[in-house]
């Protein structure tokens, strides 16, 4: 085990654990599931262990049910720079590589 | 720790904190601790006709938990000092799990 940390520290580029992949994603437009039907996509600058996140240039989606018509509403804002609680995060997902 | 001294970087500038109850407060922010619970002075509520409770009152503490999003000046952030912090964050984590 101490001998894989010590090869990750060496080549910065491996996937080991999980959050590697959410490193590689630094600085890149990444997309964000949260808790209560919500989604961000943004340029992701920082994040930590309970998966805090900071994004640039956010765009937000809320998705809800219209209480009448049971139809589908979707509420779009936008955000220059956003801090993320960890705790309402579901996932994230790196930008797609061809 | 990466986001609490990031936070201390950002003492004195104008935030909005979104709650998970959908109330956003507009505040100078004051202070920060490691559980990232916020003080905010000379607040106001965004939507005041929905929320009007705290039209009254100046500086509140938020609880780290109840925090949704915390809307940043974007001219006050560092992005490439705090990716490299995280990445070294990263890095002292995985240090810590290898030598477990």
């Known amino acids: ?98 | 720790m990466l986001f609490f001294s990031f936070y201390k970087t950002l003492i004195d500038e104008v935030v909005i904190v979104e709650l998970k109850n959908d109330m956003s407060v507009r505040g100078t922010l004051k202070s920060v601790d490691q559980f990232l619970n916020i003080k905010l002075d000379d607040i106001s509520v965004l939507d005041e006709i929905k929320y009007p409770h705290l039209s009254s009152v100046k500086n509140i503490f938020i609880r780290g938990s109840v925090v949704r999003y915390v809307h940043l000046p974007a001219a006050v952030v560092d992005t490439t000092l705090l990716e490299d912090a995280s990445r070294k964050e990263a890095a002292a984590q995985a240090a810590k799990a290898g030598g477990r």
């Open chain 1, 1 to 98: 085990m101490a001998d894989v940390a010590t090869a990750d520290q060496l080549d910065d580029t491996v996937v080991s654990e999980p959050l590697d992949l959410v490193r590689l994603s630094l600085s890149e437009r990444v997309f964000v599931k949260l808790k209560g039907d919500r989604e961000l996509r943004g340029r992701l600058h920082g994040y930590d262990l309970h998966c805090n996140l900071v994004l640039s240039d956010v765009e937000e989606t809320i998705y809800s049910l219209d209480p009448e018509t049971e139809e589908l509403k979707t509420v779009v804002k936008q955000s220059e720079m956003l801090f993320v609680r960890g705790d309402a995060v579901v996932l994230i997902s790196p930008p797609q590589r061809t």
